[in-house]
């Protein structure tokens, strides 16, 4: 079988922009400044919960000494990040299902499904020697 050759074997001549026309430089437009959009207690909501702030609401929770909470957390939090870096699933009831759903050198995309409906039934559970 003979090669293939396109239909048209000369090379066409670029175009060229004429002389006589330059096309408009549009400027650029000024960027508008960031408005806050609701309230300052929304602005609040949103913020991420940092260390301190996980350290105190569990020392308040638990009434252990803030020292020793620390170290719990701080060991917990190690524990769920060499987990999720190994790429296993968590499976956590209070919270719900954690998975990576994407992992690209150190950055860790995850999917957190709350278990909402879970933790509704196990409210309604009786405790242990009581009749449902």
């Known amino acids: 079988m003979a090669p293939r050759t396109p239909k048209d074997a000369e090379k066409k001549p670029?175009?060229?922009a004429k002389p006589g026309k330059k096309k408009p430089v549009a400027e650029a437009a000024p960027k508008p400044a960031p408005t806050l959009v609701g309230s300052p207690e929304t602005a609040e909501k949103v913020a991420a919960m940092k260390l301190k702030d996980l350290i105190e609401g569990v020392a308040a929770a638990?009434?252990?000494k803030k020292p020793e909470v620390k170290a719990v957390v701080a060991a917990t939090l190690a524990a769920?990040?060499?987990a999720l870096a190994a790429g296993k699933a968590l499976a956590l009831?209070?919270?719900?299902k954690l998975r990576v759903v994407k992992a690209k050198g150190p950055s860790l995309t995850l999917k957190l499904r709350r278990a909402e409906a879970?933790?509704?039934a196990a409210l309604a559970?009786?405790?242990d020697g009581e009749d449902s």
């Open 80 to 82: 769920m990040g060499e």
């Open 14 to 16: 670029a175009r060229s």
């Open 125 to 127: 559970l009786a405790d």
């Open 62 to 64: 638990t009434g252990g």
């Open 93 to 96: 009831p209070p919270l719900g």
């Open 118 to 120: 879970a933790s509704a």
